[in-house]
């Protein structure tokens, strides 16, 4: 009785020996599949994450076959919508591929199939977004080669089987991608299809990133080109207006002044009449003048070649001078201009020169709008490490929706000079002093409690220290062509 037993139990041990053995077996065999697809996975991350460029791209991606699985060449074709063609853009560096390639009568590159060829099995791939398999290299040629010269390449590689597949991104068509084997099709093992599946799913990736990459680069290229030529036609233009300027200066200057001896009697009595049109004439012809001028120290300023000369500057005595000049004129216009200090100022780093031509435009500018019996009040005062300069005045003042269009470029404001002619200015004096302080390193604001309340001007330059000027030196010597003054701003 003991021996069937321990007979059975020895029969059932052995059996399930050979099915755990089988077992064991087959999950090993699984098991290598598994980590060898996972290593071959890895291999593809590594091969698309390591590539930039499209021509790099493409290239290890036609290489990938040959290098791990043994396949006979790998071609990439890319689809170019605008022409609805695929073309070849790189294959295998395999010797069998390059004699291949030797022996084409068409050059590899130019090779393009239209995507509306229904008879080359590439389109039909792209457009029916599914793999075509071949025996024949020629559906992937025709009809740039003839059947006879397809075969000849087939040789030349020992072709047994081609697998034509699509390359799709969110239904977006890159290309196709052309594995060619030297086994036949029914030899082709499913590892290696899964391979080249996952292969071509990575490819697609790969490819939208670089031809993204590509197109921004070009864009980037056009867009620098485009701004160098527009900073080309800038200099033009100013170069432009800086001769042209010239050119008119000196006839106008002449005009003026055989208008102001007309006016003198110089040329003989002028009746009353002849009087108004001379005078209309003299002061149309200084405000062209006055235009001309700022237009010349714009395009002197745009240019990049004014002349800055930074020193230790006494600001008191700078605005002295000036409103000393400016008094007989303002006494013709009924306008009082007062000086006023609050506590003691030190010297400031400046160009005296440039911070004249400031205090000119504002101080003229207040003039123009400050009716008789007005005042016009200069003011200057320390704060930390800057000094500000006010120009303030009781004159017309300005709207808070206007006072951002100040301090640009022909910044004429509503109910101005345009429309009021009582005054004349030519809209270039504020941004000319915005760029003037701001090349001192300051700021200048304007304020306004609206209509008829005045308007205060205020910018601000740093006091003096041997470390400023030495920076403001060393920054500027290293510039070239700062050789121009700006013409002297008068206030008629």
Same mark, same amino acid.
């Given at each position: 009785?003991?021996?069937p037993?321990?007979?059975t $139990?020895i029969?059932?041990?052995?059996?399930?020996?050979?099915?755990?053995?089988?077992?064991?077996?087959r999950? +090993? *065999?699984?098991?290598?599949?598994? %980590?060898?697809?996972?290593?071959?996975?890895?291999?593809?991350?590594?091969?698309?994450?390591?590539?930039?460029?499209?021509?790099?791209?493409? +290239?290890?991606?036609?290489? $990938?076959?040959?290098?791990?699985?043994d396949?006979?060449?790998?071609?990439i @074709?890319?689809?170019?919508?605008?022409?609805?063609?695929l073309?070849?853009?790189a294959?295998?560096?395999?010797?069998? @591929?390059?004699e291949a390639?030797?022996?084409?009568?068409? /050059?590899?590159t130019?090779?393009?199939?239209?995507?509306d060829? *229904?008879?080359?099995?590439?389109?039909? @791939?792209?457009?029916?977004?599914?793999?075509?398999?071949? *025996?024949?290299?020629?559906?992937v040629?025709?009809?740039?080669?003839?059947?006879?010269?397809?075969?000849k390449?087939? %040789?030349?590689m020992s072709?047994q089987?081609?697998?034509?597949?699509?390359?799709?991104?969110?239904?977006?068509?890159?290309?196709?991608?052309? &594995?060619?084997?030297?086994?036949?099709?029914?030899?082709?093992?499913n590892?290696?299809?899964?391979?080249?599946?996952l292969?071509?799913?990575?490819?697609?990736?790969?490819l939208?990133?670089?031809?993204?990459?590509?197109?921004? +680069?070009?864009t980037?290229?056009?867009?620098?080109?485009?701004?160098?030529?527009?900073?080309?036609l =800038?200099?033009?233009k =100013?170069?432009?207006v800086?001769?042209?300027?010239?050119?008119?200066?000196?006839?106008?200057?002449?005009?003026k002044?055989?208008?102001?001896m &007309?006016l003198?009697?110089q040329?003989?009595?002028?009746?009353?009449? %002849?009087k108004?049109?001379?005078?209309?004439?003299?002061?149309s012809?200084?405000?062209?003048?006055?235009?001309?001028?700022?237009m010349?120290?714009?395009?002197?300023?745009?240019?990049?070649?004014?002349?800055i000369?930074m020193?230790?500057v006494y600001?008191d005595?700078?605005?002295?001078?000036?409103?000393?000049e400016?008094t007989?004129?303002?006494?013709?216009?009924?306008?009082?201009?007062?000086?006023?200090?609050?506590?003691?100022? /030190?010297?400031?780093?400046?160009?005296?020169?440039?911070?004249?031509?400031?205090?000119?435009?504002?101080?003229?500018?207040?003039m123009?709008?400050?009716?008789?019996?007005?005042?016009?009040?200069? *003011?200057y005062?320390?704060?930390?490490n800057?000094?500000?300069? &006010?120009?303030?005045?009781?004159?017309?003042?300005? @709207?808070a929706?206007?006072? /951002?269009?100040?301090?640009?470029?022909?910044?004429?404001l509503?109910?101005?000079?345009?429309?009021?002619?009582?005054?004349?200015?030519?809209?270039?004096g504020l941004?000319?002093?915005?760029?003037?302080v701001?090349?001192?390193?300051?700021?200048?604001?304007?304020?306004?409690?609206?209509?008829g309340?005045?308007?205060?001007?205020?910018?601000s330059?740093?006091?003096?220290?041997?470390?400023?000027?030495?920076?403001f030196?060393?920054?500027?010597?290293?510039? &070239?062509?700062?050789?121009?003054?700006?013409?002297?701003?008068?206030?008629?």
């Amino acid at each position: 009785m003991l021996l069937p037993i321990i007979f059975t $139990f020895i029969i059932i041990s052995i059996i399930g020996g050979i099915l755990f053995y089988k077992l064991l077996k087959r999950d +090993q *065999s699984n098991y290598d599949k598994a %980590q060898k697809f996972f290593d071959t996975s890895k291999k593809i991350n590594r091969l698309l994450l390591q590539s930039s460029s499209t021509s790099s791209v493409v +290239q290890k991606l036609a290489d $990938f076959l040959p290098n791990e699985l043994d396949f006979a060449t790998g071609v990439i @074709a890319l689809y170019e919508n605008d022409r609805r063609t695929l073309r070849r853009v790189a294959a295998s560096d395999t010797k069998e @591929a390059i004699e291949a390639i030797k022996a084409l009568r068409v /050059p590899f590159t130019q090779i393009e199939i239209a995507i509306d060829d *229904s008879d080359n099995f590439m389109s039909r @791939a792209l457009l029916q977004k599914k793999e075509f398999v071949t *025996s024949n290299l020629y559906d992937v040629f025709v009809p740039v080669l003839t059947q006879e010269e397809s075969t000849k390449i087939q %040789q030349i590689m020992s072709i047994q089987s081609t697998i034509v597949y699509p390359i799709y991104v969110e239904d977006k068509p890159l290309g196709v991608f052309i &594995a060619s084997s030297k086994k036949k099709v029914d030899e082709i093992t499913n590892y290696e299809k899964e391979v080249i599946g996952l292969f071509v799913d990575g490819a697609g990736i790969a490819l939208q990133n670089t031809l993204f990459t590509t197109s921004l +680069q070009k864009t980037t290229e056009n867009l620098r080109n485009a701004n160098e030529r527009l900073r080309e036609l =800038d200099r033009l233009k =100013d170069d432009f207006v800086s001769v042209a300027s010239h050119e008119l200066r000196t006839p106008m200057t002449a005009i003026k002044s055989y208008l102001w001896m &007309a006016l003198a009697g110089q040329g003989g009595p002028l009746n009353e009449k %002849q009087k108004r049109y001379v005078y209309r004439s003299y002061t149309s012809v200084d405000r062209l003048i006055k235009l001309v001028n700022d237009m010349l120290n714009i395009s002197r300023i745009d240019s990049g070649r004014l002349s800055i000369q930074m020193q230790s500057v006494y600001i008191d005595k700078l605005i002295g001078e000036i409103v000393d000049e400016i008094t007989p004129k303002a006494k013709e216009s009924g306008i009082d201009v007062v000086i006023e200090q609050q506590g003691v100022v /030190p010297e400031v780093l400046a160009d005296g020169n440039k911070i004249k031509e400031v205090l000119y435009n504002l101080i003229g500018n207040s003039m123009k709008f400050t009716s008789e019996g007005g005042k016009i009040v200069i *003011s200057y005062v320390r704060k930390e490490n800057m000094v500000e300069v &006010a120009v303030k005045d009781t004159g017309e003042g300005i @709207a808070a929706e206007d006072l /951002p269009k100040l301090f640009h470029k022909f910044g004429i404001l509503p109910g101005s000079y345009v429309t009021n002619q009582r005054v004349s200015g030519t809209g270039l004096g504020l941004y000319i002093c915005r760029v003037l302080v701001e090349l001192h390193g300051g700021i200048i604001r304007a304020t306004s409690e609206g209509k008829g309340k005045g308007t205060t001007f205020t910018f601000s330059l740093k006091v003096f220290s041997q470390d400023d000027l030495k920076k403001f030196s060393e920054k500027n010597n290293k510039k &070239a062509e700062k050789d121009v003054e700006l013409i002297h701003t008068k206030i008629d």
